[in-house]
């Protein structure tokens, strides 16, 4: 069985562009969550969907953030303008049954 | 924000002996999930402790869980080189999200 794809894997961009992640879940996982990591420190919730509902989004900054998942499969998670700040690595997780969580490679980006 | 703490934030063994981290958490919970991360790469399941159950295995793993002192435990038992890498403990609330905490980094010499 595949895993929770994650592209680009790395990503280096200027402050105040634009950039994209791509998250492809596990197959019949409906649930898919994008997480934010700091070096050092746990993942932290950005939003969760439920198919392609998101239903949970208190914790994305709605300014410079934005996420989709049309047909409730893949997901898109978008930041522009990038700051400083958003320097983290990017995790995708799915999950089937809404207690264990699948979690993909991630993509760590740096703003510079 | 973080809800959980683990303890110690970085812990170092020789192969074979036993390691235990400790994790202290501030709400009520519907579960306690504990999972594993190697450097650089994602997260792993590792084992899930209801907030009726006291205590579970997995293997080496043994997870108990004191929902009167909020805290729970993970020991890892004849540890072996290839355990090195950061765990971390996460809770659900209910949401069917989960928070984590900031994790124990594990270091078990050869």
């Known amino acids: 069985e595949a895993g929770v794809v994650q592209s680009p894997r790395y990503k280096i961009i200027e402050k105040k562009q634009p950039v994209a992640f791509w998250c492809n879940p596990i197959?019949?996982?409906?649930?898919l969550y994008w997480y934010l990591q700091n070096l050092g420190q746990g993942p932290e919730l950005l939003i969760r969907?439920?198919?392609?509902?998101?239903?949970?989004d208190s914790q994305l900054p709605k300014d410079r953030f934005s996420a989709e998942r049309l047909k409730g499969v893949d997901s898109t998670l978008k930041i522009q303008p990038a700051e400083l700040g958003d320097s983290a690595v990017y995790l995708c997780a799915s999950s089937f049954t809404g207690d264990e969580q699948f979690f993909g490679p991630g993509t760590r980006l740096t703003v510079l | 924000s973080q809800q959980g703490e683990e303890d110690p934030q970085a812990l170092s063994i020789q192969e074979g002996e036993n390691a235990t981290m400790n994790c202290s958490y501030k709400?009520?919970?519907?579960?306690l999930q504990w999972y594993r991360q190697n450097s650089g790469r994602g997260l792993v399941h590792l084992i899930l402790i209801r907030s009726n159950e006291r205590e579970k295995h997995s293997g080496r793993l043994r997870v108990t869980l004191d929902t009167s002192k909020k805290s729970s435990s993970l020991l890892i038992t004849a540890s072996r080189a290839a355990d090195t890498a950061s765990y971390f403990c996460a809770t659900d609330t209910g949401r069917r999200a989960l928070t984590f905490g900031s994790g124990t980094r594990l270091q078990v010499q050869p």
């Open positions: 709400t009520s919970i519907n579960n």
């Open positions: 969907y439920e198919n392609e509902e998101a239903v949970d």
């Open positions: 197959s019949g996982h409906n649930t």
